[in-house]
């Protein structure tokens, strides 16, 4: 399960696509592919060269100086011209069609820069460094640009080129766990999961031992999501101004972290509601108060239901003799929402468990347990009109 989780190349792509629609990375992607053109384009050159090339044809004294004049103005305008066009592409969606299609050929581009594919979005440097890569953008934008009649684009060669966004030199260490991850992460949550249960089962004082286990998790969760939170304050201005501004710094930040910081906020949610449970279910003298509450007032309901003739009858019988069965069965299947759905949220969690408890407390109103009374000859039987509940 955990090798699919990291190696889904649809689901990464749908968590970094969003990335083409925000100005901030539009603004970085313009900046950095026109510092690529005017490295391998000299845009004043070539407009010297086309004024020569009509001064040569033979214009007079007043016009050539007049050409010569203007050759800043005209260069700096085919420049301004070219940034244009490329600010438009890029905040075009076909930018973000060109974005996604090379996250996608990447084949995740987790997966690619963990491995070090040469074809991924996002390139790692034994050095540590991380990079986008602009050779697929930089193509398409030479197109855009000779479509509408910039010739001179087609001057722009095939352009290798990685910017250069982050320098971590634990970058080696991270590929390093990530590929140990992908090996053991099939089976080392369910290795977790049942040393969890172990530890609690073979306790002798198992409420408590829940409640310690899942209170130490919720815990470790909350020093993962404090790590992070003060990791998004210490990251960016560790790499701004250069290589990336503050503003797509902390978006590749929370961009990369997101998923993470999502499941890891559900998981602190779901250990605290366990925690509650065992406490609720222990021995303990505040639980025993509140619980004796609940079931007095399931019997208060089902005594003003019984009054109106609502009653479950043999239903209610049935059911209370599977009520341990029953109760297994819904948190089992609550524990199956949890467990098998991705990505876990925080919603999902809170409402998978807000039914669970709606259910058993219907369960506990529907049930009903046969009242005992004795018969004449000294035994016992059920009276048709008395409920003990």
């Known amino acids: 399960m955990g090798k699919v989780?990291?190696?889904?190349?649809?689901?990464?792509?749908?968590?970094?696509?969003?990335?083409?629609?925000?100005?901030?990375?539009?603004?970085?992607?313009?900046?950095?592919?026109?510092?690529?053109?005017?490295?391998?384009?000299?845009i004043k050159r070539l407009t010297a060269e086309g004024v020569d090339g009509i001064t040569n044809l033979g214009t007079g004294p007043a016009a050539t100086k007049a050409l010569k004049t203007f050759e800043g103005p005209i260069a700096a305008g085919l420049e301004s011209l070219i940034e244009s066009r490329v600010s438009a592409f890029v905040a075009f969606p076909d930018f973000a069609a060109v974005w996604s299609t090379a996250l996608h050929v990447s084949h995740a581009q987790f997966i690619a820069a963990m491995s070090n594919?040469?074809?991924?979005?996002?390139?790692?440097?034994?050095?540590?460094?991380?990079?986008?890569?602009?050779?697929?953008?930089?193509?398409?934008?030479?197109?855009?640009?000779?479509?509408?009649?910039?010739?001179?684009?087609?001057q722009i060669p095939a352009i290798d080129r990685t910017i250069t966004v982050a320098q971590v030199d634990a970058v080696p260490t991270i590929q390093l766990g990530y590929n140990l991850a992908l090996a053991a992460g099939s089976w080392l949550p369910w290795v977790a999961v049942l040393?969890?249960?172990?530890?609690v089962l073979v306790a002798r004082?198992?409420?408590?031992?829940?409640?310690?286990?899942?209170?130490?998790?919720?815990?470790?969760?909350?020093?993962?999501?404090?790590?992070?939170?003060?990791?998004?304050?210490?990251?960016?201005?560790?790499?701004?101004?250069a290589p990336l501004s503050a503003d797509v710094a902390s978006l590749l930040f929370s961009t990369t972290l997101?998923?993470?910081?999502?499941?890891?906020?559900?998981?602190?949610?779901?250990?605290?509601?366990?925690?509650?449970?065992?406490?609720f279910s222990g021995p303990f003298r505040g639980p025993r108060k509140w619980r004796g509450l609940f079931v007095?007032?399931?019997?208060?309901?089902?005594?003003?239901?019984?009054?109106?003739?609502?009653?479950?009858?043999?239903?209610?019988?049935?059911?209370?003799?599977?009520?341990a069965l029953v109760r297994a069965v819904v948190a089992i299947a609550a524990a199956s929402v949890i467990v098998f759905t991705w990505p876990l949220t925080v919603g999902l969690v809170v409402w998978t468990l807000l039914i669970a408890v709606v259910m058993i407390a219907i369960l506990e109103l529907v049930q009903k347990r046969p009242s005992l009374s004795k018969d004449t000859s000294g035994g016992l039987k059920a009276p048709a009109n008395t409920e003990v509940p």
């Open 5 to 42: 989780k990291l190696a889904d190349t649809t689901r990464f792509v749908a968590n970094f696509a969003p990335l083409a629609q925000d100005p901030a990375f539009q603004d970085f992607i313009t900046d950095k592919t026109m510092d690529v053109i005017n490295e391998h384009v000299d």
């Open 117 to 154: 594919n040469p074809k991924a979005a996002v390139a790692l440097g034994s050095d540590g460094s991380i990079g986008i890569q602009l050779a697929p953008i930089i193509e398409v934008v030479k197109t855009t640009l000779v479509q509408h009649g910039i010739a001179f684009a087609s």
């Open 195 to 199: 040393f969890f249960a172990a530890g």
């Open 205 to 241: 004082r198992r409420s408590m031992a829940l409640v310690w286990a899942a209170l130490l998790l919720a815990l470790a969760l909350a020093a993962i999501l404090a790590a992070a939170g003060i990791g998004g304050i210490l990251f960016p201005p560790s790499v701004s101004p």
């Open 258 to 279: 997101g998923t993470l910081l999502a499941i890891s906020k559900a998981v602190l949610v779901l250990a605290v509601a366990v925690a509650i449970v065992g406490w």
């Open 296 to 323: 007095s007032g399931v019997v208060w309901i089902r005594e003003r239901a019984a009054n109106h003739g609502i009653a479950t009858g043999r239903v209610g019988e049935w059911i209370y003799s599977l009520r």
